[in-house]
């Protein structure tokens, strides 16, 4: 059997080997290649990951074997050598997966400094401050990643040191400080593990990779690749790399950079550095950092030689790029390059600039924007009259912008509980961790007291689309007594208090928030967006108000109109309610007639505000209990507006209970019960389309949707009833008018049997929510309670009802299309399941053929830009 190479050295790898390498592994290759300076290493591939989890989580002894391999090439290629204490070689350990998660998973640095090479290391740069410094950052990092210790424990070591000699920052310990501070760690260490600390630095690597590896499942990193749609099976490379130390005195630092504005967007170069700090430093947010410019006055000739550099793998990789560098000893070196995470405003920006300086083209463009962040331009901002009078109580740094109002929670688990509630929530923390990802995602707004524009808390909620402060010295956080103090005014835990991620201001206040404006950069790239796509995108639209915000968003029409949603209705909901409990077809008849002026209405306001476009309207759909009271006290007060007895009126709600009402008496069974209710709907939407047609000039043709059918029978025959009381209407006008009926595909059978269908339908709709619960055979409303349980045991990775499942959903809608269509050449077929709005559905749907995809007004410009998206990976034949 041959033999698997695991390992590669960075001059073996380049930027096209992204999976094998992962993001981080694949740009320093790249880097190498291009003779940039990089400090030497190499990769430990994904598939080492995926073997190491496939063997039980163990690292086999023939990747070890290659790790010792590399290890004795970059051992030669520096001169030094792991564990000597004549010239050590010290390295630094780092994930890095195909995508980018910041700040999901885990990093050692310093690795290979033990009580004896600590002491070299000292000797050889005559620096035992650097030597001890380096120690118990390592110490540290180890003993958190790698051993699981709290990191809670070495945080407060090192304040008791500082305050006992009374330091304000760590900059300010000496060698002999940092000695007791090295000291306390290892009796911490020991005392937990009951062992002394690790000397082996080769027992070090081995167990700092296997922690690498281990950390792409931690709980974080598995709700960041849930969220972004990453699957599990990609697993993470690990890079090992030599050492450069930006802890070595005042010529020393390190940074992080963007080559333009992530918040903005703007073309000049955003970041910041620290002088004598290691990279933990600047993204910890533990010391306020210095801006990028002012490493131009520090030290003039590595600002300009990384000014550079910089521009050049802009240029190389043709979008804006995310750095991490270090200066040691005044010479510069880059750890990383990646395409940055940006702002959904900055992102329009950066792609539309990129086209207009001729870098990419408009095609290419389309995949510089994540359809999902386009969410947050959708959103609203402060209104301005609310600003006013509105109290600023402190300013942080602006580090990704919006507004957010809300009330104040201190962690994460509180967060997330009071955001599931339906309260608007605003993060507050000292600084955020990888931790705190789940608080971040329900959170309106993030607020935190230390940090740069680079620090976790800026990063994470940028790619987010979230509201968030950073670096706001001026409020004092205590997390135990949960509440916030700023100017002597105590903020508890539940106040309400207002963010504007554009200027860094707090409010004491709740601010009213207005809808944005869409425009601008927006307005360019969404347009070239539309050339580009071949799907078209509808809205799931039920009022008017719904309908014109989905025209302003891009719709193009409507591809499901619920028309229930209009039964409830306080006007008309005695009128739905007489229709059920009538006790003939007569008085059904009778409260239906009460009804028909109303929905006669309300198709007629739909089709004006949709100004022509198509619009396609599902009969009544839910089980009739919905429509009734459930408390005796409302049972009563309905019974007595009726003229019934309390009695009568609660056996007949009784009647209607069912024990699984979504696979019940609802859909096209309602119209084959009760046929006048399909007959009222029919003339209602032929009645509207005739009557706006003539006001206003529109040649509307309603797509008369029926749902829930399993059998073609069932839509022959609830057919049959519309086609009557459309013909007969339109006879009566005197005025010609298309119509078209169709029907949802939601039940599996439908699917299996849509030549059949087909015969019968003019137009297929995925109804994708249903299709899902009854294909996988659980409820949406009750899976909540059992899918977590799914994902941590790695049976499902995402949420179907969220997420299309392409392989057993997805086979029965690519089975229906098809067998539709070879019975019906001009069969119109769409979505308008809540898949609609997901970037990998709409990108399945545009591959499997279909005509639209439909989904809620907000999520109209995510589809239309992964319709693009779809178009430019899987071009359709223009045949």
């Known amino acids: 059997m041959e033999n698997i190479k695991y390992v590669?050295?960075?001059?073996?790898?380049?930027?096209?080997?992204?999976?094998?390498?992962g993001g981080k592994g694949a740009n320093l290759a790249e880097m190498t290649n291009l003779g940039i300076p990089v400090p030497e290493g190499f990769t430990v591939s994904t598939e080492a990951c995926t073997k190491y989890y496939k063997d039980g989580k163990v690292i086999s002894e023939d990747v070890v074997e290659q790790i010792y391999e590399a290890l004795n090439n970059l051992e030669e290629v520096t001169g030094k050598k792991l564990g000597s204490i004549e010239n050590p070689l010290l390295v630094s350990v780092r994930s890095g997966a195909r995508a980018s998660m910041p700040g999901m998973m885990d990093t050692i640095l310093n690795l290979g400094l033990n009580d004896e090479v600590v002491a070299t290391l000292g000797k050889l740069t005559n620096n035992d401050r650097f030597a001890y410094d380096s120690y118990r950052r390592f110490i540290h990092m180890f003993s958190d990643v790698v051993m699981g210790m709290d990191k809670r424990k070495f945080e407060d070591i090192l304040d008791?040191?500082?305050?006992?000699?009374?330091?304000?920052?760590?900059?300010?310990?000496?060698?002999?400080?940092?000695?007791?501070?090295?000291?306390?760690?290892?009796?911490?260490?020991?005392?937990?593990?009951?062992?002394?600390?690790?000397?082996?630095?080769?027992?070090?690597?081995?167990?700092?990779?296997?922690?690498?590896?281990?950390?792409w499942d931690n709980p974080r990193a598995i709700i960041y690749r849930r969220l972004n749609d990453i699957p599990g099976e990609w697993g993470t490379a690990v890079n090992i790399q030599s050492m450069v130390f930006g802890n070595m005195g005042e010529t020393s630092g390190t940074g992080?950079?963007?080559?333009?504005?992530?918040?903005?967007?703007?073309?000049?170069?955003?970041?910041?550095?620290?002088?004598?700090?290691?990279?933990?430093?600047?993204?910890?947010?533990?010391?306020?950092?210095?801006?990028?410019?002012?490493?131009?006055?520090?030290?003039?000739?590595?600002?300009?030689?990384?000014?550079?550099?910089?521009?050049?793998?802009?240029?190389?990789?043709?979008?804006?790029?995310?750095?991490?560098?270090?200066?040691?000893?005044?010479?510069?070196?880059?750890?990383?390059?990646?395409?940055?995470k940006r702002t959904a405003q900055a992102a329009l920006k950066i792609a539309v600039d990129l086209v207009e300086e001729g870098?990419?083209?408009?095609?290419?463009?389309?995949?510089?924007?994540?359809?999902?962040?386009?969410?947050?331009?959708?959103?609203?901002?402060?209104?301005?009259?609310?600003?006013?009078?509105?109290?600023?109580?402190?300013?942080?740094?602006?580090?990704?912008?919006?507004?957010?109002?809300?009330?104040?929670?201190?962690?994460?688990?509180?967060?997330?509980?009071?955001?599931?509630?339906?309260?608007?929530?605003?993060?507050?923390?000292?600084?955020?961790?990888?931790?705190?990802?789940?608080?971040?995602?329900?959170?309106?707004?993030?607020?935190?007291?230390?940090?740069?524009?680079?620090?976790?808390?800026?990063?994470?909620?940028?790619?987010?689309?979230?509201?968030?402060?950073?670096?706001?010295?001026?409020?004092?956080?205590?997390?135990?007594?949960?509440?916030?103090?700023?100017?002597?005014?105590?903020?508890?835990?539940?106040?309400?208090?207002?963010?504007?991620?554009?200027?860094?201001?707090?409010?004491?206040?709740a601010i009213k928030t207005v809808e944005p404006e869409i425009s601008g950069h927006f307005g360019i790239f969404m347009s070239w967006a539309d050339e580009?796509?071949?799907?078209?995108?509808?809205?799931n639209a039920d009022t008017p108000r719904d309908a014109a915000q989905a025209i302003k968003f891009g719709a193009e029409g409507i591809g499901l109109c619920r028309t229930e949603h209009m039964f409830f209705d306080e006007e008309r909901i005695f009128a739905v309610r007489e229709m059920i409990v009538a006790e003939n077809e007569n008085q059904r008849k009778r409260a239906l007639e009460k009804l028909l002026p109303m929905q006669r209405e309300d198709f007629a306001s739909i089709y004006e505000?949709?100004?022509?476009?198509?619009?396609?309207?599902?009969?009544?759909?839910?089980?009739?209990?919905?429509?009734?009271?459930?408390?005796?006290?409302?049972?009563?007060?309905?019974?007595?507006?009726?003229?019934?007895?309390?009695?009568?009126?609660?056996?007949?709600?009784?009647?209607?209970?069912?024990?699984?009402?979504?696979?019940?008496?609802?859909?096209?069974?309602?119209?084959?019960?009760?046929?006048?209710?399909?007959?009222?709907?029919?003339?209602?939407?032929?009645?509207?389309?005739?009557?706006v047609n003539k006001r206003k000039g529109f040649n509307i043709v309603p797509e008369i949707m029926i749902p829930l059918i399993g059998d073609v029978k069932e839509l022959e025959?609830?057919?049959?009833?519309?086609?009557?009381?459309?013909?007969?209407?339109?006879?009566?006008?005197?005025?010609?008018?298309?119509?078209?009926?169709?029907?949802?595909?939601?039940?599996?059978?439908?699917?299996?049997?849509?030549?059949?269908?087909?015969?019968?339908?003019?137009?297929?709709?995925?109804?994708?929510?249903?299709?899902?619960?009854?294909?996988?055979?659980?409820?949406?409303?009750?899976?909540?309670?059992?899918?977590?349980?799914?994902?941590?045991?790695?049976?499902?990775?995402?949420?179907?009802?969220?997420?299309?499942?392409?392989?057993g959903v997805g086979k029965l809608m690519e089975m229906a299309t098809k067998l539709g269509?070879?019975?019906r050449k001009d069969l119109k077929v769409g979505i308008c399941g809540e898949h609609g709005g997901d970037p990998s559905s709409v990108e399945f749907a545009h591959k499997l053929g279909l005509e639209y995809v439909s989904c809620s007004p907000y999520r109209v410009p995510v589809a239309r830009l992964a319709a693009a998206q779809a178009e430019v990976k899987n071009p359709r034949s223009t045949k």
């Open 532 to 539: 580009i796509r071949k799907l078209k995108v509808r809205t």
């Open 160 to 215: 008791e040191v500082k305050e006992s000699v009374g330091a304000k920052f760590d900059t300010d310990l000496t060698a002999s400080d940092l000695k007791e501070v090295v000291k306390r760690y290892k009796a911490a260490y020991k005392k937990e593990m009951r062992e002394e600390f690790p000397q082996d630095p080769k027992v070090q690597l081995i167990e700092s990779i296997n922690a690498v590896f281990r950390s």
């Open 609 to 691: 505000a949709m100004e022509g476009r198509a619009v396609t309207i599902r009969l009544l759909d839910p089980p009739l209990h919905e429509f009734l009271p459930t408390e005796d006290e409302d049972i009563a007060e309905l019974a007595k507006d009726l003229g019934i007895t309390f009695q009568s009126l609660r056996f007949k709600i009784e009647s209607l209970k069912e024990v699984n009402p979504m696979m019940g008496h609802r859909g096209c069974r309602l119209s084959i019960s009760y046929p006048e209710i399909a007959e009222m709907q029919g003339r209602a939407i032929i009645e509207a389309a005739i009557d």
């Open 359 to 509: 870098l990419i083209n408009k095609e290419e463009a389309m995949l510089k924007v994540d359809p999902k962040q386009l969410d947050s331009l959708l959103h609203p901002n402060f209104d301005e009259n609310g600003l006013e009078n509105a109290r600023v109580i402190a300013k942080g740094l602006p580090a990704s912008p919006g507004a957010a109002c809300g009330k104040v929670y201190f962690n994460a688990e509180d967060a997330k509980a009071h955001g599931e509630l339906g309260e608007k929530v605003i993060l507050v923390r000292a600084e955020t961790s990888p931790e705190d990802i789940e608080g971040m995602v329900v959170a309106e707004g993030v607020l935190t007291v230390r940090g740069g524009m680079t620090s976790h808390a800026a990063v994470v909620a940028r790619g987010m689309g979230r509201c968030c402060v950073v670096g706001c010295g001026d409020i004092k956080v205590n997390e135990d007594e949960k509440t916030f103090e700023v100017n002597g005014e105590i903020f508890k835990e539940g106040d309400y208090i207002s963010l504007d991620g554009s200027t860094g201001f707090v409010y004491g206040d």
């Open 821 to 823: 269509r070879q019975t």
């Open 256 to 340: 992080v950079a963007f080559t333009r504005n992530p918040a903005t967007g703007e073309k000049e170069m955003f970041g910041e550095y620290l002088i004598n700090a290691q990279g933990e430093d600047v993204v910890a947010g533990i010391r306020t950092p210095q801006s990028i410019s002012r490493l131009e006055e520090d030290l003039p000739e590595c600002y300009k030689q990384f000014l550079q550099i910089a521009d050049r793998l802009e240029k190389h990789y043709k979008d804006m790029q995310d750095m991490e560098f270090t200066i040691e000893q005044g010479k510069l070196y880059f750890l990383q390059t990646r395409n940055g």
């Open 717 to 807: 025959f609830v057919k049959n009833i519309i086609v009557k009381v459309a013909n007969e209407v339109i006879k009566d006008s005197g005025v010609e008018l298309q119509y078209k009926i169709g029907t949802m595909i939601e039940v599996p059978r439908a699917a299996l049997t849509a030549d059949e269908v087909a015969k019968e339908a003019e137009f297929f709709s995925f109804g994708t929510n249903d299709l899902t619960q009854m294909t996988f055979g659980f409820s949406r409303d009750d899976a909540g309670k059992f899918l977590n349980n799914y994902y941590d045991k790695k049976i499902y990775e995402a949420d179907p009802f969220q997420k299309l499942d392409q392989n």
């Open 8 to 21: 590669y050295l960075f001059n073996e790898g380049n930027a096209s080997m992204k999976n094998l390498l």
